[in-house]
Each structure stands twice: as C-alpha cells, then as structure tokens.
C-alpha cells in the first residue's frame, strides 16, 4: 500500500473526456470536472444518451479517459479497483443462488476477502455481515429465497447490499430505481439513503428522476448533451437528514422545476438531436 | 372432468409398464412368425443371455471402458474449450466454422481412416467416443459462456475479477444444465463411436461381439448383446438427465 492517497479528498474529475474508440468513435464526454467529497452523495442528471453510464464506467476504472484522469482518495484510478460498489438498473443476480448467496459474491473475488472465506470462521462471519446487511434494507426473511422468488423491489434491494458487502469507499449506482414502480421507488431512496448515512461511502448516482436527485443528493451535476459538459452544479435547498416529505415544500418544489428547465433546455439545443436524425 | 381410467394417477404410473408388456408380445409374436436367424423371440434373446451371462459381461465391460474415458475426456477438454471460447469474440467467431464442420461430419466415415493411428481397439474406441461428444458439448458450453450478463460482468470485472473467475463463477454454472443437456445425448452418442470402432477393428467388446454373432447367424446371441448395450445406455442417460434436472432446477424455482 504506497500512502499518496489522502483519505480526506474523496473522488475527483479532472477534464474526463471519453471518445469511444474505432470508426466513427463516439465522442461521449468532453471535458468533465467536480469532486465529491468523502463520504458525500452526489447525483448526476441529463438527457437519455449523453454519456451517463459512459462517465460512471470511467469512475469505476472499467474504461480509461481517453482524456483527464480521475482520482479516487487522491490515487490516480488507473483500473477495476475493488474499493468501488456497483449497481445498475438491472438488479442482475445470479439465479442459482439465494439472496445472501448473491451477496456474498463480491468477497469471492475480491483478494482481500477471498482468503477469510477459506476458513469456517471467516465464512460465519461475513455470513453474518450480509445478513445484518440484508436485515438493514428489511430482507430479513428472504435470505434463503432465489432471485425468482422475489419481487422486483426485493431484488433490487439485493443487489444494493451485494454492492456494498465489500465495503467500498464509493458506490456507483446507474439508475437502480428506474424500473421500479413509484411506491417500491421511494421505499427504496429511504433504503438508500439510511445505508448512506449509515456507512458513509462516497455516492455517485445517476438518475432520469429528478426529485430522486435532489432527495437525496447534496449536490446535483446537470450533464449537457453529447458530448457531455457539466451545465451546472446545484444544490438541493435542503440539508441533511433528509425526508421524503421535504419533497413537497416549495423551496424543493421549485429546485426540481429549475432542474428539469435546465435539462429540457440541454435536450432542446444538443448536437445529439442532428446526430439522432 | 374426464374420469375415464386412463387418466387416473396409478393408471399413468402403469403405463410405461403396460406399453413394455405390449411391445414385448408383439416382439415375441414376430418372433414367432419368422426363422431365428432373422428375428429371434423374447424368450429365445432371453435364453441367449442366460447361456453366456459372464460372456456378455464381459464385453459389456470392455465397451464400456473406452465410451467412458473418450467420453470423459471430452467433457474436460469441452468445457475448457468451450468455457475459452465464449470469453472471446475473436476465438468463438473463428472456430466456430469448424466445429460446425466437424460435428456436421459423419463420424463413421473417420473410423477406417482411424484405424490406420490407432490399430489397437482400445484406442480408436477412446478417440471414436471422444470425437462423437467432444463438439456438441463444446458448442453448448460455448455458446452459454458467451451470453455472460453485461451489467453482471461490469459488477464483476469492477472488483477486479478476470476473464477466468467470471467464467467460474457465472459462465460455467450458468452453462451446467445446458452441459449435462448435452452430455446426456452426447454419452448415448458415444457407445456409436466406440461400437463404430469395434466393428472396424477389435477381438472384444460388444461391437465385437455383434459382428461376430451376426456372422455366424447367432442371431438371439446378437439380440442378447444389443439388450446390454442398451441398457448400459439408458443407464447413463439416465444419470446425466438427473444432473441436468438438478442444475436446471434454478430456472424453475418461479413460484
Ligand atoms: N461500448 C460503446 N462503444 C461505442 N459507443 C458507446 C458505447 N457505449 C456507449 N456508447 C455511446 O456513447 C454515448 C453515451 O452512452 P451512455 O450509455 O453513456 O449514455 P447515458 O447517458 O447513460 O444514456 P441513458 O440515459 O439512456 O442511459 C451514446 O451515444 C452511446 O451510443
Ligand atoms: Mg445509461
């Protein structure tokens, strides 16, 4: 472990630019800068197609920059690192197994972990991990059922507790609500919201829901078009601990209002309107 | 409601028995109705393997030998290969032409050409067994691996797993039902090549033994040895069907 990373500093983007190599690459992101803060959650919002999923691939070390770099607690991220969670919007879990199974398996892959399951006691107790785990996002008693026995909302549940069961530093998530009905939604921004304030990982969510953002997020980066630039910073009016219910006061009312102005004005100018045409 | 006879339960569970009973009297009723040497009766096949019991065991047991180790080995070589394969576009595009080839191509074709590699019978019989399975079972497990989950792999490949260890922990369970799916129909297969290659070339095993009896107008004895083949067959179809209904059961457990 070489000590250039500072445990203060949290995640930062530095001029990310990604262009998507091969013919006629697609230039996805142009020039991409802000920080979160350890330990903090932000979101990030903009039109269907401008780079989104792109930018978290960059985050996470699953793609290289193709310019700019982006670090993590100050250590250039230079690939896969495991202090990294990850959760899409298909909860995609592994049907042969049951849920605490599913949870479990990231510690198999990685290293650190890996050699504490050889041993009896090291598997009860990371058993036990996932299980309190699972008991904090209230699936308790679907430990043993499979992927198929649960509903939508339970697996995405999973598949969040399967995300943080190694306890990275930052947990990216890439719509993990969005294909959920309302009510399982906002059951679910008040799971995650409490495993935040709980663990205090770094939170890097993308979203199409715009009050989802500004519920829970203290900051909010609104990406233009493709190619992606940060059209704005924003902050939700609110502090922390937050409540569902500030959603509807007016402050907050007109916040989401002033970001769905700013995006609607992205979609309406952006270069990926000829593209698409 | 349809409460007819035929549809209750102990009925149903009688059936396959009924059906065998029935297939049995028309067998020995041909029999019957033709010389020996042609088609010998229930009763006649059933004296032939009470006369040679040890006989047949025998070569029973040296078919199954070779069926076996061709058979296994190309499971391991299979799965590898195949598991190989699916992680890479490159690899899978490119043999995939010619696996199809060599599996399109009538594996009794190769055995006299076999024969001059391998004039011992225990040999050809492994590489005859090995080379009926191995490209169904390739093409399975390849095709299974090669359908790998994007958002599973990203989740995977985040906390620095590698190609290997998502292959062993998604593609490869993900492909064990389609495997023993394909190794069931792939182990009955295997008895043709290692028979194939009896026939072509041995002094002992069924396949031996059949051409022998055929020759000689043993006929029943021929009939006695084709029951033993058969059953040996079923008897690991059988067990590959459990595994695949085992391993499968996953995809099932939707209620
Ligand atoms: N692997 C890839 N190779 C080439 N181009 C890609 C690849 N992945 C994404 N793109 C392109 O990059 C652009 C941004 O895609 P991305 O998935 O990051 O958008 P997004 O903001 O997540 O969209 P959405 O909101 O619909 O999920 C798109 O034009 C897409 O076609
Ligand atoms: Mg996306």
Redesign the pocket.
Known sequence: MQDDSDKTAGLSLQRVG?T???HG??H??DEISFDVPEGDFVAVV????????????LVSGLLPPTTGEVRNRGALVAGPADTVGMGFQNPSLLPWRSAIDNVLLPLEVVKRYRSELRTKAGKAKHRARAMHLLETVGLQDAAELTPAQLSGGMRQRVSLCRALIHEPSVLIL??PFGALDAFTREDLWGVLYRLWREAQFTCVL?T?DLREASLLASKVVV?SN?P?NIMSIETPPMGHPRNADMLYQPEMVAFVRGLRDQIGRAMARGP?AE?SA | MNSSIWNARWMQALSPILFALVFLGLWQLAGWLTPTYQLPTVVETWNAMLQKPWVLLKHGLYTLWPTLIGFGVAIVVGVVMGLSMGMSKFVYQGAYPILVFFNALPKVAIAPILVLSFPSSFELAVWMAFLICFFPIVVNVATSAATVDREMEDVLRALGAGKWTIAWKVSLPQATPHIFGALKIAVTLAFIGTIIAEQQNANEGLGWFITVASANSQTALGFAALVVLGVESVILYAIFAVMEARTARWAFRSH
């Open positions: 990604l998507y190599p091969g690459g697609v996805a992101l903009g039109p269907s197609g401008c780079g989104k999923s792109s930018l978290m691939k890439d719509e993308v199409h990406l493709r992606a990926a593209a």
